[in-house]
Protein backbone atom coordinates (compact mmCIF):
# COMPACT_ATOMS: atom_id res chain seq x y z
CA UNK A 1 0.00 0.00 0.00
CA UNK A 2 2.81 2.65 0.42
CA UNK A 3 4.52 1.68 -2.36
CA UNK A 4 1.54 2.59 -4.25
CA UNK A 5 1.10 5.87 -2.86
CA UNK A 6 4.75 7.17 -3.34
CA UNK A 7 4.27 5.71 -7.29
CA UNK A 8 0.93 7.86 -7.42
CA UNK A 9 2.78 10.87 -5.89
CA UNK A 10 5.78 10.38 -7.91
CA UNK A 11 3.30 10.57 -11.24
CA UNK A 12 1.58 13.34 -10.00
CA UNK A 13 3.98 15.15 -9.46
CA UNK A 14 5.51 14.71 -13.11
CA UNK A 15 2.35 15.44 -14.30
CA UNK A 16 1.89 19.01 -12.83
CA UNK A 17 5.41 19.61 -14.20
CA UNK A 18 4.62 18.75 -17.77
CA UNK A 19 1.73 20.41 -17.27
CA UNK A 20 3.18 23.84 -16.19
CA UNK A 21 5.88 23.39 -18.87
CA UNK A 22 2.76 23.01 -21.63
CA UNK A 23 1.15 26.42 -19.97
CA UNK A 24 3.99 28.58 -18.86
CA UNK A 25 4.75 31.97 -20.80
CA UNK A 26 8.26 31.83 -19.88
CA UNK A 27 10.83 32.05 -22.61
CA UNK A 28 14.06 32.31 -23.58
CA UNK A 29 15.28 33.86 -27.11
CA UNK A 30 18.78 35.10 -28.41
CA UNK A 31 19.39 38.86 -29.26
CA UNK A 32 20.20 38.41 -31.97
CA UNK A 33 20.89 34.97 -33.38
CA UNK A 34 24.17 35.68 -34.80
CA UNK A 35 27.07 37.59 -33.40
CA UNK A 36 30.04 38.41 -35.56
CA UNK A 37 33.17 39.33 -34.31
CA UNK A 38 36.17 41.20 -36.09
CA UNK A 39 39.42 40.19 -35.27
CA UNK A 40 42.63 42.60 -35.85
CA UNK A 41 39.98 46.02 -35.40
CA UNK A 42 41.78 46.18 -32.08
CA UNK A 43 44.05 44.71 -29.91
CA UNK A 44 41.58 42.73 -27.38
CA UNK A 45 38.33 41.96 -29.24
CA UNK A 46 35.19 40.62 -26.80
CA UNK A 47 31.81 39.17 -27.74
CA UNK A 48 28.81 39.13 -25.91
CA UNK A 49 26.30 36.41 -26.40
CA UNK A 50 23.12 37.76 -24.79
CA UNK A 51 19.32 35.85 -23.72
CA UNK A 52 16.64 37.19 -23.08
CA UNK A 53 14.01 35.80 -20.37
CA UNK A 54 10.54 36.82 -21.50
CA UNK A 55 8.04 36.46 -18.18
CA UNK A 56 5.06 38.12 -19.99
CA UNK A 57 2.64 36.64 -17.25
CA UNK A 58 4.96 37.38 -14.18
CA UNK A 59 5.19 33.43 -13.90
CA UNK A 60 8.65 34.00 -12.54
CA UNK A 61 8.06 35.47 -8.75
CA UNK A 62 11.24 37.46 -6.86
CA UNK A 63 14.65 38.49 -8.66
CA UNK A 64 16.34 35.91 -11.21
CA UNK A 65 19.18 37.61 -10.96
CA UNK A 66 19.98 36.79 -7.13
CA UNK A 67 17.45 33.64 -6.73
CA UNK A 68 19.46 30.43 -4.79
CA UNK A 69 21.64 28.79 -7.67
CA UNK A 70 20.14 25.53 -6.90
CA UNK A 71 16.99 26.61 -7.80
CA UNK A 72 17.97 28.91 -10.68
CA UNK A 73 20.28 27.31 -12.74
CA UNK A 74 22.21 28.04 -15.79
CA UNK A 75 23.89 25.46 -18.21
CA UNK A 76 26.23 26.45 -21.48
CA UNK A 77 26.72 24.17 -24.01
CA UNK A 78 29.02 25.20 -27.34
CA UNK A 79 28.96 23.18 -30.39
CA UNK A 80 26.49 20.42 -28.00
CA UNK A 81 29.24 19.92 -25.46
CA UNK A 82 28.69 21.84 -22.21
CA UNK A 83 31.78 24.38 -21.19
CA UNK A 84 32.50 25.47 -17.13
CA UNK A 85 31.47 28.86 -16.57
CA UNK A 86 33.51 30.83 -15.27
CA UNK A 87 36.94 30.67 -16.99
CA UNK A 88 39.52 33.25 -17.50
CA UNK A 89 37.82 34.05 -21.20
CA UNK A 90 34.28 33.15 -20.43
CA UNK A 91 31.99 35.08 -18.04
CA UNK A 92 28.52 35.59 -17.50
CA UNK A 93 26.28 38.44 -16.46
CA UNK A 94 22.76 38.18 -15.37
CA UNK A 95 20.73 41.70 -15.64
CA UNK A 96 17.23 42.71 -14.74
CA UNK A 97 16.46 46.20 -15.87
CA UNK A 98 12.88 47.44 -16.44
CA UNK A 99 11.35 44.55 -16.07
CA UNK A 100 13.71 42.18 -18.96
CA UNK A 101 16.11 39.76 -17.85
CA UNK A 102 18.69 39.07 -19.99
CA UNK A 103 21.64 36.43 -19.50
CA UNK A 104 24.98 36.99 -21.26
CA UNK A 105 28.13 35.30 -21.83
CA UNK A 106 30.73 37.60 -22.11
CA UNK A 107 33.97 35.82 -24.61
CA UNK A 108 37.05 37.74 -24.00
CA UNK A 109 39.41 37.78 -25.97
CA UNK A 110 37.66 35.91 -28.82
CA UNK A 111 39.77 33.52 -31.21
CA UNK A 112 39.25 32.25 -34.25
CA UNK A 113 38.33 28.84 -32.62
CA UNK A 114 35.45 30.60 -30.95
CA UNK A 115 33.57 30.54 -33.75
CA UNK A 116 30.43 27.88 -33.58
CA UNK A 117 26.82 27.77 -31.98
CA UNK A 118 26.45 28.55 -28.46
CA UNK A 119 23.52 27.33 -26.30
CA UNK A 120 22.15 28.78 -22.87
CA UNK A 121 19.86 26.67 -20.64
CA UNK A 122 17.66 27.49 -17.54
CA UNK A 123 16.37 26.20 -14.16
CA UNK A 124 14.25 28.19 -12.78
CA UNK A 125 11.96 27.49 -9.57
CA UNK A 126 8.99 26.49 -10.72
CA UNK A 127 10.61 23.69 -12.21
CA UNK A 128 10.76 24.71 -15.81
CA UNK A 129 13.79 24.16 -18.01
CA UNK A 130 14.64 26.22 -20.76
CA UNK A 131 17.06 25.17 -23.44
CA UNK A 132 16.44 26.69 -26.73
CA UNK A 133 18.00 29.68 -27.41
CA UNK A 134 20.80 29.36 -29.53
CA UNK A 135 23.22 32.28 -30.83
CA UNK A 136 25.89 31.27 -33.58
CA UNK A 137 29.21 33.66 -33.46
CA UNK A 138 30.91 33.69 -36.39
CA UNK A 139 34.79 35.35 -35.84
CA UNK A 140 36.37 37.00 -39.14
CA UNK A 141 39.38 38.78 -39.35
CA UNK A 142 40.91 42.07 -40.99
CA UNK A 143 44.43 41.47 -43.11
CA UNK A 144 47.26 42.33 -42.75
CA UNK A 145 47.86 45.12 -45.47
CA UNK A 146 51.40 46.01 -47.14
CA UNK A 147 52.58 47.67 -50.66
CA UNK A 148 55.71 46.98 -52.19
CA UNK A 149 57.46 48.70 -55.14
CA UNK A 150 58.53 46.40 -57.99
CA UNK A 151 59.93 49.15 -60.42
CA UNK A 152 60.36 52.62 -59.77
CA UNK A 153 59.94 53.61 -63.42
CA UNK A 154 57.79 52.36 -66.59
CA UNK A 155 58.40 52.95 -70.61
CA UNK A 156 55.36 54.70 -71.87
CA UNK A 157 53.13 51.96 -74.02
CA UNK A 158 54.93 49.22 -72.53
CA UNK A 159 52.85 46.67 -69.84
CA UNK A 160 54.85 47.46 -66.98
CA UNK A 161 54.50 45.73 -63.36
CA UNK A 162 54.98 48.38 -61.00
CA UNK A 163 53.74 47.35 -57.67
CA UNK A 164 52.19 45.02 -55.04
CA UNK A 165 49.55 45.37 -52.93
CA UNK A 166 48.98 42.16 -49.92
CA UNK A 167 46.00 41.62 -47.64
CA UNK A 168 47.33 38.29 -45.67
CA UNK A 169 45.71 36.30 -43.50
CA UNK A 170 41.72 37.41 -43.89
CA UNK A 171 39.29 36.16 -43.03
CA UNK A 172 37.11 36.56 -45.81
CA UNK A 173 38.91 37.40 -48.47
CA UNK A 174 38.85 41.54 -49.10
CA UNK A 175 38.39 43.08 -52.13
CA UNK A 176 41.03 44.93 -52.94
CA UNK A 177 42.09 47.62 -55.96
CA UNK A 178 44.12 50.64 -56.86
CA UNK A 179 43.19 53.87 -57.66
CA UNK A 180 45.00 57.16 -58.61
CA UNK A 181 44.85 60.54 -57.22
CA UNK A 182 42.35 61.59 -59.31
CA UNK A 183 39.91 59.10 -57.71
CA UNK A 184 39.93 56.91 -61.20
CA UNK A 185 40.35 52.95 -60.61
CA UNK A 186 42.72 51.13 -61.99
CA UNK A 187 41.52 48.30 -63.89
CA UNK A 188 44.90 46.40 -63.51
CA UNK A 189 45.92 43.47 -65.99
CA UNK A 190 46.08 41.36 -63.49
CA UNK A 191 43.28 39.92 -61.20
CA UNK A 192 43.56 39.58 -57.45
CA UNK A 193 45.51 36.35 -56.54
CA UNK A 194 44.04 34.51 -53.79
CA UNK A 195 45.78 31.87 -51.72
CA UNK A 196 44.29 29.45 -48.47
CA UNK A 197 46.08 29.48 -45.85
CA UNK A 198 43.65 27.10 -43.36
CA UNK A 199 41.26 27.80 -40.55
CA UNK A 200 39.43 30.09 -43.47
CA UNK A 201 41.92 32.61 -43.53
CA UNK A 202 43.45 33.88 -47.00
CA UNK A 203 46.57 35.42 -48.27
CA UNK A 204 45.72 38.04 -51.24
CA UNK A 205 47.69 39.90 -53.86
CA UNK A 206 47.15 42.61 -56.21
CA UNK A 207 49.67 43.58 -59.12
CA UNK A 208 49.80 47.45 -60.30
CA UNK A 209 50.51 46.49 -64.23
CA UNK A 210 49.44 48.57 -67.10
CA UNK A 211 50.84 50.91 -70.07
CA UNK A 212 51.39 54.16 -68.61
CA UNK A 213 51.17 57.07 -70.48
CA UNK A 214 53.05 60.71 -70.00
CA UNK A 215 50.25 62.00 -68.91
CA UNK A 216 50.49 59.46 -65.50
CA UNK A 217 54.08 61.10 -64.75
CA UNK A 218 52.14 63.33 -61.60
CA UNK A 219 49.89 61.17 -60.62
CA UNK A 220 50.09 59.42 -56.58
CA UNK A 221 48.58 55.38 -56.70
CA UNK A 222 46.68 54.27 -53.86
CA UNK A 223 46.35 50.59 -52.74
CA UNK A 224 42.56 49.94 -51.87
CA UNK A 225 41.41 47.27 -49.55
CA UNK A 226 37.86 46.57 -48.17
CA UNK A 227 36.93 43.70 -45.92
CA UNK A 228 33.14 42.11 -45.57
CA UNK A 229 31.55 44.99 -43.64
CA UNK A 230 34.51 47.14 -43.39
CA UNK A 231 35.63 50.36 -44.26
CA UNK A 232 38.11 51.05 -46.71
CA UNK A 233 41.53 50.87 -45.62
CA UNK A 234 44.65 52.75 -47.63
CA UNK A 235 48.38 52.02 -48.78
CA UNK A 236 49.73 54.94 -50.47
CA UNK A 237 52.73 53.93 -53.47
CA UNK A 238 53.54 57.10 -54.46
CA UNK A 239 54.05 57.84 -58.18
CA UNK A 240 55.14 56.25 -61.25
CA UNK A 241 57.90 58.00 -62.81
CA UNK A 242 56.83 57.19 -66.64
CA UNK A 243 59.72 57.38 -69.44
CA UNK A 244 59.08 58.44 -72.53
CA UNK A 245 60.68 59.42 -75.83
CA UNK A 246 61.00 63.39 -76.90
CA UNK A 247 59.51 65.79 -79.13
CA UNK A 248 60.81 68.83 -80.48
CA UNK A 249 59.07 72.08 -82.14
CA UNK A 250 60.36 75.70 -83.00
CA UNK A 251 58.88 78.17 -80.88
CA UNK A 252 58.39 80.18 -84.04
CA UNK A 253 56.48 77.40 -85.61
CA UNK A 254 56.29 79.87 -88.90
CA UNK A 255 59.96 79.13 -89.35
CA UNK A 256 59.33 75.38 -90.30
CA UNK A 257 56.08 76.03 -91.75
CA UNK A 258 57.81 77.38 -95.18
CA UNK A 259 60.45 75.82 -98.08
CA UNK A 260 62.49 79.09 -97.05
CA UNK A 261 62.69 82.08 -95.35
CA UNK A 262 63.48 84.96 -97.02
CA UNK A 263 65.58 87.47 -94.97
CA UNK A 264 67.88 90.38 -95.38
CA UNK A 265 71.47 90.31 -94.54
CA UNK A 266 72.00 92.82 -91.67
CA UNK A 267 68.79 92.13 -89.99
CA UNK A 268 68.66 90.85 -86.15
CA UNK A 269 67.14 86.58 -86.12
CA UNK A 270 66.40 83.92 -83.19
CA UNK A 271 65.24 80.70 -82.93
CA UNK A 272 64.36 78.88 -79.58
CA UNK A 273 63.93 74.87 -79.96
CA UNK A 274 61.29 73.31 -77.60
CA UNK A 275 62.14 70.20 -76.60
CA UNK A 276 60.07 67.66 -73.97
CA UNK A 277 60.63 64.24 -73.20
CA UNK A 278 61.59 62.45 -69.79
CA UNK A 279 64.81 62.21 -69.14
CA UNK A 280 64.61 65.55 -69.96
CA UNK A 281 66.50 65.68 -73.67
CA UNK A 282 70.00 66.88 -74.60
CA UNK A 283 69.36 69.07 -77.10
CA UNK A 284 72.31 69.83 -80.20
CA UNK A 285 71.80 73.11 -83.09
CA UNK A 286 72.99 72.16 -86.23
CA UNK A 287 73.85 73.85 -89.42
CA UNK A 288 74.41 72.65 -93.33
CA UNK A 289 75.19 75.53 -95.51
CA UNK A 290 73.91 75.85 -99.55
CA UNK A 291 76.22 74.82 -102.09
CA UNK A 292 78.00 77.37 -103.24
CA UNK A 293 79.33 77.97 -106.90
CA UNK A 294 83.01 77.32 -107.29
CA UNK A 295 84.78 80.25 -108.06
CA UNK A 296 88.37 79.37 -109.19
CA UNK A 297 89.05 83.20 -109.12
CA UNK A 298 87.87 83.84 -105.11
CA UNK A 299 90.54 82.83 -102.27
CA UNK A 300 87.95 82.70 -99.61
CA UNK A 301 87.11 79.39 -98.30
CA UNK A 302 83.79 77.40 -98.30
CA UNK A 303 82.13 77.28 -95.39
CA UNK A 304 82.84 74.18 -93.18
CA UNK A 305 79.98 71.82 -93.47
CA UNK A 306 80.84 69.67 -90.27
CA UNK A 307 77.09 71.04 -88.77
CA UNK A 308 78.91 73.81 -86.79
CA UNK A 309 76.76 77.01 -85.89
CA UNK A 310 77.98 80.05 -88.51
CA UNK A 311 80.31 82.16 -86.50
CA UNK A 312 77.87 84.84 -86.43
CA UNK A 313 75.62 83.07 -84.55
CA UNK A 314 75.53 82.25 -80.18
CA UNK A 315 73.68 79.29 -78.51
CA UNK A 316 71.89 80.39 -75.44
CA UNK A 317 70.44 77.96 -72.60
CA UNK A 318 71.37 74.98 -74.98
CA UNK A 319 68.00 75.89 -76.55
CA UNK A 320 68.20 79.24 -78.53
CA UNK A 321 70.21 80.25 -81.10
CA UNK A 322 71.16 84.08 -81.79
CA UNK A 323 72.56 87.00 -84.03
CA UNK A 324 72.37 90.60 -84.19
CA UNK A 325 73.19 90.58 -88.18
CA UNK A 326 72.83 87.97 -90.61
CA UNK A 327 75.26 87.36 -93.30
CA UNK A 328 74.69 85.71 -96.78
CA UNK A 329 76.63 82.80 -95.44
CA UNK A 330 74.14 82.11 -93.29
CA UNK A 331 72.03 80.22 -96.14
CA UNK A 332 71.22 76.58 -95.54
CA UNK A 333 69.55 74.70 -92.93
CA UNK A 334 69.08 74.54 -89.42
CA UNK A 335 68.19 71.50 -87.35
CA UNK A 336 67.57 71.54 -83.85
CA UNK A 337 67.51 67.66 -82.69
CA UNK A 338 66.48 66.35 -79.13
CA UNK A 339 67.30 62.76 -77.94
CA UNK A 340 67.18 60.85 -74.13
CA UNK A 341 68.23 57.77 -75.32
CA UNK A 342 64.73 56.55 -75.09
CA UNK A 343 63.12 55.52 -78.53
CA UNK A 344 64.24 57.50 -81.57
CA UNK A 345 65.89 61.43 -81.44
CA UNK A 346 63.25 63.68 -82.52
CA UNK A 347 64.16 67.04 -84.69
CA UNK A 348 62.75 70.17 -86.23
CA UNK A 349 64.57 72.64 -89.21
CA UNK A 350 63.81 75.30 -90.99
CA UNK A 351 66.13 76.96 -93.59
CA UNK A 352 67.09 80.68 -94.32
CA UNK A 353 67.68 82.41 -97.80
CA UNK A 354 69.88 85.30 -96.51
CA UNK A 355 70.06 88.01 -99.54
CA UNK A 356 71.68 91.49 -99.81
CA UNK A 357 69.41 94.48 -100.71
CA UNK A 358 70.16 95.01 -104.38
CA UNK A 359 68.41 98.70 -106.43
CA UNK A 360 65.68 96.21 -107.87
CA UNK A 361 62.54 96.23 -105.60
CA UNK A 362 62.84 92.50 -105.61
CA UNK A 363 65.16 90.76 -103.23
CA UNK A 364 67.80 88.68 -104.89
CA UNK A 365 69.04 85.65 -102.29
CA UNK A 366 72.56 85.04 -103.15
CA UNK A 367 73.02 81.61 -102.68
CA UNK A 368 69.53 80.19 -101.95
CA UNK A 369 67.45 78.44 -104.84
CA UNK A 370 63.57 78.36 -103.99
CA UNK A 371 60.84 78.10 -106.34
CA UNK A 372 59.20 80.91 -108.90
CA UNK A 373 56.84 83.26 -108.11
CA UNK A 374 55.12 85.25 -111.07
CA UNK A 375 52.17 88.34 -111.10
CA UNK A 376 51.04 90.67 -113.46
CA UNK A 377 52.22 94.13 -113.52
CA UNK A 378 48.97 95.48 -113.56
CA UNK A 379 46.78 93.04 -111.80
CA UNK A 380 43.60 93.75 -112.04
CA UNK A 381 43.55 92.41 -115.57
CA UNK A 382 43.71 88.85 -113.53
CA UNK A 383 40.91 89.84 -111.01
CA UNK A 384 38.17 90.23 -113.58
CA UNK A 385 36.72 87.02 -115.51
CA UNK A 386 37.22 88.76 -119.05
CA UNK A 387 38.67 92.38 -120.13
CA UNK A 388 36.67 93.99 -122.35
CA UNK A 389 38.44 95.99 -125.26
CA UNK A 390 37.58 97.85 -128.24
CA UNK A 391 39.06 96.98 -131.45
CA UNK A 392 42.09 98.85 -132.36
CA UNK A 393 43.35 100.06 -128.68
CA UNK A 394 46.61 99.35 -127.83
CA UNK A 395 47.01 97.28 -125.23
CA UNK A 396 50.38 95.57 -123.17
CA UNK A 397 50.87 93.52 -120.26
CA UNK A 398 54.22 92.94 -118.70
CA UNK A 399 54.76 89.54 -116.14
CA UNK A 400 57.13 90.15 -112.71
CA UNK A 401 58.29 86.85 -112.14
CA UNK A 402 60.97 85.90 -109.00
CA UNK A 403 63.08 83.13 -107.83
CA UNK A 404 66.55 81.97 -107.41
CA UNK A 405 67.74 80.61 -110.15
CA UNK A 406 65.86 83.69 -111.87
CA UNK A 407 63.09 82.32 -114.24
CA UNK A 408 62.34 81.69 -117.80
CA UNK A 409 59.52 83.62 -118.66
CA UNK A 410 56.97 82.37 -121.78
CA UNK A 411 54.18 83.60 -122.67
CA UNK A 412 51.53 81.47 -124.35
CA UNK A 413 47.74 82.68 -125.74
CA UNK A 414 44.86 80.40 -126.24
CA UNK A 415 42.04 81.79 -128.88
CA UNK A 416 38.37 81.26 -127.70
CA UNK A 417 36.62 78.72 -129.94
CA UNK A 418 34.82 80.55 -132.55
CA UNK A 419 31.68 79.10 -134.92
CA UNK A 420 32.53 77.55 -138.08
CA UNK A 421 31.84 79.73 -141.10
CA UNK A 422 31.90 78.06 -144.65
CA UNK A 423 31.56 80.73 -146.50
CA UNK A 424 34.41 81.82 -144.73
CA UNK A 425 37.71 82.33 -146.25
CA UNK A 426 39.93 83.19 -143.36
CA UNK A 427 41.40 80.11 -141.43
CA UNK A 428 41.09 79.73 -137.60
CA UNK A 429 44.07 81.22 -135.71
CA UNK A 430 45.94 78.09 -134.34
CA UNK A 431 46.27 76.81 -131.27
CA UNK A 432 49.61 76.39 -130.35
CA UNK A 433 49.85 78.22 -127.83
CA UNK A 434 51.62 81.08 -129.93
CA UNK A 435 50.79 84.95 -129.85
CA UNK A 436 48.83 86.34 -132.02
CA UNK A 437 50.37 88.10 -134.95
CA UNK A 438 49.84 91.30 -134.29
CA UNK A 439 51.18 91.18 -130.59
CA UNK A 440 55.03 91.08 -129.57
CA UNK A 441 57.46 89.93 -126.93
CA UNK A 442 59.58 93.26 -126.03
CA UNK A 443 63.47 92.99 -125.24
CA UNK A 444 62.45 92.51 -121.68
CA UNK A 445 61.28 89.15 -122.49
CA UNK A 446 58.65 89.54 -119.99
CA UNK A 447 55.95 92.12 -121.89
CA UNK A 448 53.52 91.67 -124.23
CA UNK A 449 52.03 94.93 -126.44
CA UNK A 450 50.12 95.26 -129.58
CA UNK A 451 49.55 98.86 -131.48
CA UNK A 452 45.84 97.30 -132.41
CA UNK A 453 44.03 94.93 -131.13
CA UNK A 454 41.39 92.79 -132.95
CA UNK A 455 39.00 90.25 -132.63
CA UNK A 456 41.37 87.25 -132.98
CA UNK A 457 42.86 88.41 -129.74
CA UNK A 458 39.95 87.30 -127.84
CA UNK A 459 41.12 84.12 -125.36
CA UNK A 460 43.51 83.67 -122.27
CA UNK A 461 46.85 84.79 -122.16
CA UNK A 462 49.07 82.96 -119.85
CA UNK A 463 52.44 83.83 -118.13
CA UNK A 464 54.28 80.60 -117.44
CA UNK A 465 57.94 80.97 -114.97
CA UNK A 466 59.76 78.15 -114.36
CA UNK A 467 63.28 77.61 -112.75
CA UNK A 468 63.66 74.04 -112.02
CA UNK A 469 63.32 74.32 -108.65
CA UNK A 470 59.99 73.65 -106.85
CA UNK A 471 57.01 73.80 -109.96
CA UNK A 472 56.20 76.08 -112.36
CA UNK A 473 54.33 79.50 -111.46
CA UNK A 474 51.25 80.29 -113.83
CA UNK A 475 49.46 84.01 -114.12
CA UNK A 476 46.91 83.95 -116.59
CA UNK A 477 44.08 86.88 -117.71
CA UNK A 478 41.41 86.82 -120.87
CA UNK A 479 40.63 89.65 -123.20
CA UNK A 480 37.44 89.98 -124.95
CA UNK A 481 37.79 92.42 -127.94
CA UNK A 482 34.89 94.15 -129.99
CA UNK A 483 33.96 96.14 -132.56
CA UNK A 484 32.09 98.87 -133.28
CA UNK A 485 29.89 98.15 -136.49
CA UNK A 486 29.90 100.88 -139.61
CA UNK A 487 26.80 99.48 -141.11
CA UNK A 488 23.03 99.84 -139.88
CA UNK A 489 21.94 96.97 -137.67
CA UNK A 490 20.26 94.08 -139.86
CA UNK A 491 16.21 93.74 -139.25
CA UNK A 492 15.15 91.72 -136.58
CA UNK A 493 14.10 88.10 -137.18
CA UNK A 494 10.63 87.74 -138.48
CA UNK A 495 10.64 91.19 -140.20
CA UNK A 496 9.85 91.82 -144.02
CA UNK A 497 12.61 92.01 -146.15
CA UNK A 498 13.40 95.80 -148.41
CA UNK A 499 15.30 95.84 -151.52
CA UNK A 500 17.99 97.73 -152.09
CA UNK A 501 15.73 99.82 -154.58
CA UNK A 502 13.31 100.58 -151.28
CA UNK A 503 15.99 101.42 -149.36
CA UNK A 504 17.56 103.98 -151.59
CA UNK A 505 13.76 105.58 -151.68
CA UNK A 506 13.67 105.96 -148.69
CA UNK A 507 16.99 107.56 -148.13
CA UNK A 508 16.45 110.28 -150.82
CA UNK A 509 13.15 111.03 -149.47
CA UNK A 510 14.66 111.65 -146.21
CA UNK A 511 17.33 113.48 -147.75
CA UNK A 512 15.08 115.91 -149.57
CA UNK A 513 13.18 116.42 -146.50
CA UNK A 514 15.37 117.58 -144.18
CA UNK A 515 16.81 119.96 -147.22
CA UNK A 516 13.68 122.02 -147.37
CA UNK A 517 13.36 121.86 -143.43
CA UNK A 518 17.05 123.26 -143.34
CA UNK A 519 16.17 126.18 -145.81
CA UNK A 520 13.00 127.47 -144.47
CA UNK A 521 14.68 127.53 -141.30
CA UNK A 522 17.32 129.27 -142.71
CA UNK A 523 14.91 131.84 -144.06
CA UNK A 524 12.98 132.68 -140.86
CA UNK A 525 15.88 133.46 -139.14
CA UNK A 526 17.25 135.67 -141.68
CA UNK A 527 13.90 137.20 -141.69
CA UNK A 528 13.61 137.96 -138.41
CA UNK A 529 17.35 138.81 -137.90
CA UNK A 530 16.28 142.01 -141.07
CA UNK A 531 13.00 142.64 -139.51
CA UNK A 532 14.69 143.85 -136.00
CA UNK A 533 16.76 146.91 -138.44
CA UNK A 534 13.46 148.25 -139.04
CA UNK A 535 13.26 151.18 -136.27
CA UNK A 536 9.80 152.20 -136.36
CA UNK A 537 7.30 152.68 -139.10
CA UNK A 538 4.01 153.84 -138.76
CA UNK A 539 1.37 153.54 -141.83
CA UNK A 540 -2.35 153.99 -142.96
CA UNK A 541 -3.98 153.27 -145.87
CA UNK A 542 -7.29 154.99 -147.05
CA UNK A 543 -8.78 153.88 -149.93
CA UNK A 544 -10.94 156.75 -151.85
CA UNK A 545 -12.90 156.02 -155.21
CA UNK A 546 -10.57 153.33 -155.85
CA UNK A 547 -7.59 154.92 -155.20
CA UNK A 548 -5.06 154.53 -152.33
CA UNK A 549 -3.73 157.16 -150.69
CA UNK A 550 -1.56 156.66 -147.98
CA UNK A 551 -0.63 159.05 -144.95
CA UNK A 552 2.72 158.25 -143.93
CA UNK A 553 3.83 159.66 -140.80
CA UNK A 554 7.62 157.58 -140.36
CA UNK A 555 10.07 158.63 -137.58
CA UNK A 556 13.17 157.49 -138.56
CA UNK A 557 17.27 158.78 -138.46
CA UNK A 558 17.85 161.72 -140.45
CA UNK A 559 19.68 160.02 -143.17
CA UNK A 560 16.25 157.70 -144.58
CA UNK A 561 14.64 159.02 -147.58
CA UNK A 562 11.14 160.08 -147.64
CA UNK A 563 10.40 159.79 -151.45
CA UNK A 564 7.29 158.01 -152.94
CA UNK A 565 9.63 155.39 -154.22
CA UNK A 566 11.41 154.89 -150.45
CA UNK A 567 8.17 154.56 -148.95
CA UNK A 568 6.68 152.17 -151.13
CA UNK A 569 9.61 149.93 -150.26
CA UNK A 570 9.23 150.23 -147.20
CA UNK A 571 5.89 149.45 -147.02
CA UNK A 572 6.66 146.56 -148.92
CA UNK A 573 9.16 145.16 -146.75
CA UNK A 574 6.68 145.97 -143.82
CA UNK A 575 4.12 144.13 -145.57
CA UNK A 576 6.00 140.90 -145.46
CA UNK A 577 7.25 141.38 -142.10
CA UNK A 578 3.86 141.08 -141.53
CA UNK A 579 3.13 138.05 -143.00
CA UNK A 580 5.76 136.17 -141.61
CA UNK A 581 4.74 137.16 -138.57
CA UNK A 582 1.33 136.32 -139.33
CA UNK A 583 2.43 132.32 -140.12
CA UNK A 584 4.43 132.20 -137.28
Not at 114 to 124: E, H, N, R, V
Request: hydrophobic residues 35%.
Amino acid sequence: MLKQEVLIIILVSFYGLGLQGAFTSVSLKPLPHSVTAVLGAKPSISAKLVFAVRDPRGEISGSLCHCDPDECKQTWKYAGQAITIPQPRLKTLCEERYGSRNLTLTINPVKLSDQGQYTCGLFIPINIFLEDARITLNVNQLPNISIKRIKERANEATLTKVAACYANLSKPPPEMWFEDSNGKKIYSEDEVETKDCGNGLTNSTLYLRKRFTRSDNDLIYFCKVKPVNQTVYTRDLGSVEVLYPPTVTLEDESLSSVEVNIIEAGEQFSAKCLATGNPPPDVVWTFTPDPMPIDPKSTKPAPPNDGSLPSNFILEDKVKITTNVLQSTNNGTFRCQASNQIGSPASVSFKLGVFVKSTSTTPVPTSTNYPPTVTLEDESLSSVEINIMKAGEQFSAKCLATGNPPPDVVWTFTPDPIPIDPKSKKSAPPNDGSLPKNFIVLQDQVTIATDALDTTNNGSFECRACNKVGSPAIVSFKLGVFEIPSTLPSAAPGAAKITMTEKATRLSTLTIAAVIAFIIIFIVIFVRMKGKRICEIKWSKKVEQGQNHIDESVTSDESWPLDDTSQTTVFTQHTEFETVETIF
